[in-house]
């Protein structure tokens, strides 16, 4: 955790953005977990932002898909509004462009390659374990736009198509995705 508050330290100052850091129980309270994670993470977020709603008037829900990907999941541009209050606004972030399209347009920025977390599991020292399907599937996209070797924020032991051979088989809800990063540049 220590590494990861002085990533978001040096981001914050280098951004000109106040650092809130919250701890909390929610993943693992009984509560909670026994619902999947993958529907229910934009009322915990929305949620979060209520919490801090003295200190925050808007909280920014990034897009997990385009707007033309619509299926269930957590957060959603139709869904996440709802949340708002008369204290505070939740606003869905643009959904137009798609994770490929996102990662193009910030992976020429040297903050964001040295302080990029894609990764909920944190089993390194960089914060990207480097071998779950949300690190690899960055890389691959990084890969393909010609960048992965400006970031230091991956572990590089294991060569990159090896990590794609040892996948395990995918959710469903992510063949869509890895379906275009193979057709887009």
Request: one cysteine or more; proline letters at 5%.
């Amino acid at each position: 955790m220590r590494h990861l508050e002085h990533s978001l330290e040096e981001v914050a100052a280098a951004t000109s953005k106040r650092l809130i850091i919250v701890r909390t129980n929610v993943r693992t309270h009984h509560f909670f977990k026994s619902v999947s994670w993958e529907r229910t993470h934009g009322a915990a977020l929305a949620s979060l932002g209520h919490v801090l709603s003295d200190t925050l008037s808007q909280l920014v829900i990034a897009s997990s898909y385009r707007y033309d990907d619509e299926h269930p999941w957590g957060s959603n541009w139709r869904l996440d509004p709802l949340w708002s209050s008369g204290r505070m606004t939740v606003l869905h972030d643009d959904a137009t462009l798609g994770r490929q399209g996102k990662t193009r347009q910030i992976a020429g920025h040297e903050l964001v390659q040295r302080h990029l977390q894609v990764c909920w599991s944190r089993h390194s020292a960089t914060g990207n374990c480097g071998e779950c399907e949300k690190c690899i599937r960055m890389m691959v996209t990084l890969a393909s736009l010609t960048r992965l070797e400006d970031f230091t924020v991956f572990p590089r032991s294991i060569p990159l198509p090896q990590l794609i051979d040892a996948l395990a088989p995918l959710s469903p809800h992510l063949h869509p995705i890895w379906a275009r990063l193979r057709q887009e540049p």
